[in-house]
Structures are given as structure tokens and as C-alpha cells.
């Protein structure tokens, strides 16, 4: 076996990140994916990096959001899965989103076409053995269910899991527009980014009821059903009271319906899904509901009624590590330190999020198989804030799927003033704090990252 090669498990976000950084730095990899021999319950192509739930990279805010300054420090560091996401950008408002089969098709092509980077089809069902020499496991939340258990065995009930949904898309051109019309949020952004289709009192608490009593996917009595809270199916946020989703995905506030004088009570969103803007993804509206039930409940959306869909909601389970106990700060597994995670799998939830962690554990095991000691990013920026979740001991407990946010980052209390006393940050001002301090400590680190 090659020492100076890497073989990673998992083409998404993570591992054809982690693909693209290590070879970059000229190391082999050999790339591992187990479709089209075997697909998980999301995936329907061949293509690495598929987006199986949003097509939205969510926020791209740099100065006010941690989303978004986590898109800036991964563009600013030479992140694979940012440069396709860029070049395949569809409108959004203040969102990044894009064309979800352009963007993997530039992935896989981008891949495929890298003189460094090999592919194999193939299923990886029990964890390498030592000797196997350096491995990257991205093989994500939808982990095979052979290698699952296999790594259950492994890391005895040291393992986290919940379940995940997706949302419906629809044909745009079986949308009402006697009843929906475009507009942004607060007319931020192109107001063609979403489609509103609006609600009135009555309208909205007869929907509540049908999803509330709506036939659902059903579990086996073994599976422990854990929700992640910010991907909750929207029959779930209404059993959790009737007013739950006007503070929602379905708040009405920052639009005006032009067909009507009447402020609507709640607002039903849709965002461009494709390129070529035929389709639209509905937003918030992640769902365990049956098919059926879906077609019946949500064409009681005004403008819907017609509603074809391209694609209906699902929901798959979710599969994680307990990455505090099992990982050390590089994210090596401490039982067997060949072996590195990365992606979802250890706990981080959301497409750059799980895209970062893959560009760490491809750096750190390119620097390794080099001889070189990997440096860790500053504890204040994005990548240092979104690692440290994963690997903070401190957290073990109450351990969970985090995505990116400032609550995660190292406190900023103040700013010095003339007098030398110090004054409170808030709201706004406070982000763009967080968000400068972090770009500031960023530029060294990327040059440092540049050496290996």
C-alpha cells in the first residue's frame, strides 16, 4: 500500500472537498463512491456533491452572518465546492443558491479532471485496517447501513443520529399568479428570487389542521426519533402550536400581496431551484408526510391548487459520531489515527459546513503524508469556530448537529474607548465584529495552509 497516497470515502460536499485540497497540494487520492452500485434513500444520481435536500447554501452575508462569512474565509482559502457554487449561482435574494444538477456535474467534472484524483466505484462496509495507511471517511449522514454497523461495533453507543427531511419542488409553470406573485423579503435582493403564495386567518388554521392530522411516514418501534431543530418537517412545527410556523417559514412579514388590500396572515415562500428557473423549491417546507397526503394538503396553498411537483418531500435518517470523544484535534479517530472524519458524519450540519470540515481533514492529511505538521485555523474564525464544536470535550453531553453560527464563536464583551473604558457590541454591530476579527485572523492562516 502507497503511504503517500489517501483514499477517501464519500463523494458529497465533504469528500470531494477534502479530494480537491489534498490534491491540490499534490498528493494521490483515490476517491471512493459507492453509487451508481448502491444509492442511498436521498440520492437519485451518479454525480458527486448532489444537494439531496435545499438547493440553497442559505445566507451569503459575509459582514452580518456566520453563514456567509463562512462562505468568504472558504472562497478566500480556495475551496472547491465555493468556486462550483459561484459559477453555478442561481438568484436568491440575499442567499447563495444554485442550479443543484449544474453545480454537481461541475464537481464530479471538476474531480473526475484532476490529474491527482483517481475514482473507484465501490461500497465501503467495515471501517480499513491500520496498515490500510491514510483514509478520509465522508461517507456522510446517509452512511451505508454495512459500514454503519460496522462502526457502531467500533465505537461501541458512542453514536449520535436523528432524522432529516427535504422538501417538495414544483413546476413553476403550474403556479397561480392571479394569487401568487414575486417579491423578496423587505425587496431585498431581485424581487423574481421568490414566489409568495399568501394565506388568509381561515386559510391558515384549516392547513394547520391538515397537517397536523395528515397520514405520515411511519417508524419502526426501535428507531429513536431525534429532529434536527433547524430542518424540522413543517407538520412538525405545527404540532407544536398553530401560530408555530407564522413565526416560521411561513411569517408574513416584509411582503405586500398586490392582489389584495387584506395583509395576508401567512405566506407560503417558493425559491428558484434551477438555472433555467422552471422549477421552485418550497421553503421551509421540509416534510415527513406520506405522497398522497402532500399533493392533497399542500395544493390547499392559494396559488397551488394545480401544483405539479417535480419532486416530493422525503425523510431519511441521519447517522453521527460523537466526534468530542472519538476525535482528536486534527480529526483523527484516537482509537485508530490513520483514519480521519469529516462532513456531517462528525456532527456538523449544512452544505458549507460540512464542505469546510471536509477542506480541513483534506489539508491535514495532505500535510501529514508529507511530513509536515498541519496548522490549526485561528480558534476565531469560521473553520476554527465550526472545528472546535466538533472536537471540544466540554460538549460531550449535550452534544448535537450544530451549523455555523456566531453563538459558537469566542465572545467579543467590548471595544476600547478614548478614555479607556470599554463599551458593549450589540446586535449588528457586533456580527461585523465577529466577522472582521475573523477575516483579519484568516489571511495568515491561508498563507500558512499555502505551505503544505
Known sequence: MDKKQIHIYGAGLAGSEAAWQAAQRG??????????????????????????????????????????????????????????????????????????????????????????????????????????????????????????????????????????????????????????????????????????????????????????NGEKVEFHEWENVQYFEGCLPIEVMAERGDETLTYGPMKPIGLTNPHSEEKPYAVVQLRQDNKEDTLRNMVGFQTKLKYGEQQRIFRMIPGLENAQFARLGGIHKNTFIKSPILLDSYLRLKKRPNIRFAGQITGCEGYIESASVGFLAGYFTACQVQGKTPVLPPRNTAFGSMLNHLIDDTNIDDFQPMNINFGIFPTISGERTANGKFHKIKGMDRKKAYSQRALQELEAWIQEIGKC
Not at 132 to 138: H, L, P, R, S, T
Not at 189 to 199: A, L, R, S, W
Open 27 to 212: 498528493v494521490k487520492v483515490i476517491l471512493h463512491e459507492m453509487r451508481p452500485h448502491n444509492y442511498s434513500p436521498a440520492h437519485k444520481t451518479q454525480n458527486f456533491a448532489e444537494l439531496v435536500c435545499s438547493n440553497s447554501f442559505r445566507s451569503d452575508d459575509a459582514e452580518h452572518n456566520a453563514v456567509g462569512l463562512m462562505h468568504e474565509e472558504m472562497r478566500r482559502a480556495g475551496s472547491l465546492i465555493m468556486q462550483c457554487a459561484d459559477e453555478t449561482q442561481v438568484p436568491a435574494g440575499g442567499a447563495l443558491a444554485v442550479d443543484r444538477e449544474a453545480f454537481s456535474e461541475l464537481v464530479t467534472k471538476k474531480i473526475k479532471n484532476h490529474p491527482n484524483i483517481e475514482v473507484v466505484y465501490e461500497e465501503l462496509t467495515k471501517l480499513p485496517e491500520e496498515d490500510f495507511g491514510d483514509v478520509i471517511i465522508a461517507t456522510g449522514p446517509l452512511t451505508s447501513e454495512k459500514l454503519a454497523q460496522d462502526l457502531l461495533k467500533f465505537v461501541d453507543d458512542e453514536t449520535l443520529s436523528f432524522f432529516d427531511a427535504i422538501a417538495p419542488v414544483v413546476y413553476k409553470d403550474s403556479i397561480d399568479f392571479s394569487k401568487a406573485w414575486y417579491q423578496s423579503r423587505y425587496d431585498k435582493g431581485n424581487k423574481f428570487d421568490y414566489i409568495n403564495c399568501p394565506m388568509n386567518k381561515e386559510q391558515y388554521y384549516a392547513f394547520v389542521q391538515e397537517l397536523k
